[in-house]
Nanobody, 115 residues
Framework: QVHLVESGGGLVQPGGSLKLSCVAS????????MKWYRQAPGEEREWVAT???????????YYADSVKGRFTISRDNAKNTVYLEMNNLKHEDTGVYYC?????WGQGTQVTVSS
């Protein structure tokens, strides 16, 4: 079955950077889009970014307006891994970040932006 394992979260000061990783297994990684979501305390889970499958036409990366220009999603198809590089982090980026593929979710990794 689909298995997703996130890592890379932590505590960072405003303006800092983090890089999250999600290792996937149980499906053909290159054939499916990979997505990052996040959930702040007391809030609904929200979509952050998508990396399209290698067969997708046109644009291959999509971002929520709130992270555009600061976050970069990428994938290493040889390692079945998707990354989320986060720069210029803000307090409002705090939350649990989840990897998503098909109908599966990872366990999440906590990101805390605080001075």
């Amino acid at each position: 079955q689909v298995h997703l394992v996130e890592s890379g979260g932590g505590l960072v000061q405003p303006g800092g950077s983090l890089k999250l990783s999600c290792v996937a297994s149980g499906f053909t990684f290159t054939s499916y889009p990979m997505k990052w979501y996040r959930q702040a305390p007391g809030e609904e889970r929200e979509w952050v970014a998508t990396s399209a499958s290698i067969t997708a036409p046109g644009l291959t990366r999509y971002y929520a307006d709130s992270v555009k220009g600061r976050f970069t999603i990428s994938r290493d198809n040889a390692k079945n891994t998707v990354y989320l590089e986060m720069n210029n982090l803000k307090h409002e980026d705090t939350g649990v970040y989840y990897c998503h593929a098909l109908d599966a979710w990872g366990q999440g990794t906590q990101v805390t932006v605080s001075s």
